[in-house]
């Protein structure tokens, strides 16, 4: 029986999860390390939202590996936090509860035909193409020669970059087979990305908009003018603008200094200083009217971007992406802040409606933070939350759970989830589709529904009470 040791639930076995349950490791050794995870599948975002050409990320999921189920971290997989255990049940079986639920919504842009047909978060995009189980029976409409991209971040460019992939490039990745299909017979020739801001303020990482830039096949427009700084956004640059800041506007002078490129057969045209005011259709998405914007200096001294006059030019398109960033939803029985869409926490360590922390309750990712960073940027927040619970661990001013025996819970887990997924099962799941990909030349070919991921994982099952030797 366990019991003697702290015993830790991390909530969501995506990057962040995982940074925290590598730290924790490091931090002290003796810790029993749970990661509750509601798909079956870990590894969060690094599966299901880096774009499946970009693998050389995707390769953080063996470090993942490595460092937390290879230590004895147990995944428990298919179960969610708030509909099949409450929060109150964790505290009674964990010493501390990590979570790391990230921000799983879009912010709206509150125009009118935000909601039409073809007009899509750029996240559902995302989880689409890259096999994640609740998104398989989303049907993306590609047969317009025209696609608009709402935002300038890396979401919006790996969405643009995979309208605008060729059918070879995409078929040497984990792009899911539904999607594959999909973009096969994709009839999208140019995609239209429209920045709010001008570019010395565009959000993309200076990796993201150069791999942009030259893409086989692609022409990359930019209009010259669009990169003329005005002086606000000059004067910014010069004075506090960061090195990403300044890469990006050469790069983009770059590009806009290019001939257009007439044996190309996809565009891209990238547009700055407009923002949408309204998506159009009758019954789905055909056009979006923008208007343009100027760049000037709020009272607090901070760059926004503001109207510059009431005409509108209308884009012809039948599919719109929209980028413009992400929420976390309130957990059943944590303490939210509601302007701010976050745990409310000071380093990582919830706080009550009193201000003062609650014991034994963290919070690590965007969940703690907001949507903010790249992937790296959750080991440096991970290791504040971690210092603040081993600080908490070391002092003991964290209670011993009511009933810290690890059979306790995982009673109640399988007698509420009996397709719960193991280490085993995931396993099972990652070997299944690694052999799928072998067979293909592809990386991996994913499970992109619950039912073939929890079939995958439960004949691990069957073989194991079989007392067959998992392969």
């Keep these: 029986m366990s019991g003697t040791r702290p015993r830790v639930a991390i909530v969501g076995a995506g990057p962040a999860g995982a940074f925290a349950a590598a730290c924790l490791l490091r931090a002290r050794g003796d810790v029993e390390i749970d990661l509750l995870e509601r798909l079956p599948t870990p590894w969060g975002l690094l599966r299901g939202g880096v774009a499946p050409d970009h693998q050389e990320i995707k390769r953080l999921d063996d470090t993942f590996d490595r460092e937390t189920l290879q230590r004895g971290c147990r995944f428990v997989g298919n179960v969610e936090v708030g509909t099949d255990v409450s929060h109150s049940e964790l505290m009674r079986h964990y010493t501390a509860v990590v979570y790391a639920t990230g921000a799983q919504t879009d912010k709206s842009l509150g125009i009118p035909g935000e909601d039409l047909p073809g007009s ?44 605008a992939l060729s059918v070879a490039d995409l078929e040497r ?119 343009r914007n100027e760049i000037v200096r709020s009272d607090d001294g901070a760059l926004r971007a503001r109207p510059v006059d ?58 703690k933070r907001g949507p903010t960073g790249i992937l790296g940027t959750n080991k440096r927040d991970a290791e504040e939350t971690v210092g603040c619970l081993a600080e908490d661990l070391q002092a003991g001013v964290l209670a011993a759970p009511p009933e810290p025996e690890r059979e306790r819970i995982d009673a109640l887990l399988a007698e509420r989830k009996p397709d719960l997924v193991t ?47 998992s392969s």
Excluded at 149 to 163: E, F, H, Q, Y
Excluded at 196 to 220: C, N
């Design 173 to 291: 990745t984990d792009v899911a087979d539904h999607a594959l299909a999909a973009l096969r017979e994709s009839r999208v020739r140019e995609v239209v990305v429209l920045g709010r801001r001008g570019p010395a303020q565009a959000a993309f990482t200076s990796a993201e908009l150069r791999e942009l830039g030259h893409l086989k096949g692609v022409d990359m427009r930019v209009d010259p003018e669009d990169v003329e700084l005005d002086p606000v956004s000059r004067e910014w640059l010069d004075e506090q603008g960061t090195f990403t800041a300044r890469t990006n506007v050469k790069l983009l002078r770059e590009f806009a200094a290019r001939p257009p490129r007439t044996d190309a057969a996809r565009r891209i045209s990238l547009r700055f200083l407009r923002s949408p005011v309204e998506i159009r259709g009758a019954e789905r998405v055909e056009a979006v009217d923008v208007r």
């Design 310 to 367: 009431e005409a509108v030019e209308t884009i012809e398109c039948g599919l719109v992406l929209r980028s413009v960033g992400y929420r976390a939803v309130p957990l059943p029985d944590v303490p939210f802040d509601e302007r701010s869409f976050v745990l409310p926490n000071q380093r990582g360590r919830v706080r009550g409606p009193d201000g003062e922390p609650l014991p034994g309750v963290y919070a690590v990712g965007w969940i």
């Design 423 to 469: 280490v085993d099962g995931w396993r099972a799941i990652d070997e299944h589709e690694l052999a799928l990909g072998s067979a293909q030349e592809r990386p991996r070919v994913k499970l992109a529904s619950r039912d073939e991921l929890l079939a995958a994982a439960a004949a691990q099952a069957t073989r194991s009470r079989a007392g067959a030797p």
């Design 120 to 163: 899509w978060a750029a996240t559902e995009f995302v989880a689409w193409y890259n096999g994640h189980p609740d998104y398989r029976e989303r049907e993306f409409d590609l047969s317009a020669q025209r696609a608009v991209v709402i935002g300038n971040g890396n979401v919006a460019a790996d969405v643009t970059r995979i309208l």
